[in-house]
Nanobody, 126 residues
Framework: QVQLVESGGGLVQPGGSLRLSCEVS????????IGWFRQAPGKEREGVSS????????VYRDDVAGRFTISRDDAKDTIYLQMNSLKPEDTAIYYC???????????????????WGQGTQVTVSS
């Protein structure tokens, strides 16, 4: 049974940090592709970062590169998104999404993924 459960969201001041977790079942982190996406009110869902387990390929959207880090813990079946230097524009619901195989050029497209979790709210505000 496929299940993705996100956690770790919350309210943080600008410049602060959060670490999101996505516990995954029904997928193999050392082979499949797990991505983090976000959706702000009134906007479309956008890709934030993705990790392809088969070869370790990692991609980031330009405005989070250098601030966010995606990683995985195979023993815990969990994908993490460490978010540093948070900005108000990072405010959104963050989702993790999973797929069997995703080519590199499509890793930040939500249409490439078949499963997603319920999301966790991240609010960056003073």
């Amino acid at each position: 049974q496929v299940q993705l459960v996100e956690s770790g969201g919350g309210l943080v001041q600008p410049g602060g940090s959060l670490r999101l977790s996505c516990e995954v079942s029904g997928f193999f982190l050392d082979y499949d592709t797990i991505g983090w996406f976000r959706q702000a009110p009134g906007k479309e869902r956008e890709g934030v970062s993705s990790l392809r387990g088969s070869d370790g390929k990692v991609v980031y959207r330009d405005d989070v590169a250098g601030r966010f880090t995606i990683s995985r813990d195979d023993a815990k079946d969990t994908i993490y998104l460490q978010m540093n230097s948070l900005k108000p524009e990072d405010t959104a619901i963050y989702y993790c999404e999973a797929a069997r195989v995703v080519v590199g050029s499509r890793m930040l497209l939500t249409s490439s993924y078949s499963y997603w979790g319920q999301g966790t709210q991240v609010t960056v505000s003073s």
